[in-house]
């Protein structure tokens, strides 16, 4: 059986007081309602830190240089339609403000506290390697 596989690059932005940022998805897209890290598709001819770093400005305004961004772990998830392969990267280092832009809701929350919010199940596994991280 075959089974489309999808790269999305997602990123672990950490502020200064150790809290990560996380961000609720709106109301129509898959998965609404749920907190995962921000990020997104990989594009055809795009290479994951490329992507991280197109996305980071559409999605939350702010310019991120490729060497601020650290592999941490990956998630490879089989969903129901599609195989998810999601690399995780770390920030610790950003120009301009986090703001919310494309309708989604945003919080910056401690690692121990992340399983408080219900997220994707592949974002799930990647928690314990924030935490042991921070």
Do not use: N
Not at 25 to 49: H, I, N, T, Y
Not at 56 to 70: D, M, N, P, Q, S
């Amino acid at each position: 059986m075959s089974v489309k596989l999808v790269l999305v690059a997602a990123c672990a932005l950490i502020d200064p007081d150790g809290r990560v940022l996380i961000a609720r998805r709106p109301q129509g897209k898959s998965m609404a309602g749920l907190w995962e890290f921000p990020g997104g598709k990989v594009e055809a001819g795009e290479r994951p830190e490329m992507s991280l770093i197109r996305e980071l400005k559409e999605e939350l305004g702010i310019v991120v240089r490729e060497e601020c961004l650290a592999p941490l772990t990956f998630a490879s998830h089989l969903y129901r339609d599609f195989h998810l392969l999601m690399p995780l990267y770390v920030c610790r280092r950003w120009e301009g403000f986090v703001k919310a832009r494309e309708g989604q809701m945003l919080k910056w929350v401690r690692p121990h506290e992340l399983r408080d919010y219900p997220m994707p199940p592949a974002d799930e596994p990647l928690i314990p390697h924030l935490a042991a991280l921070l």
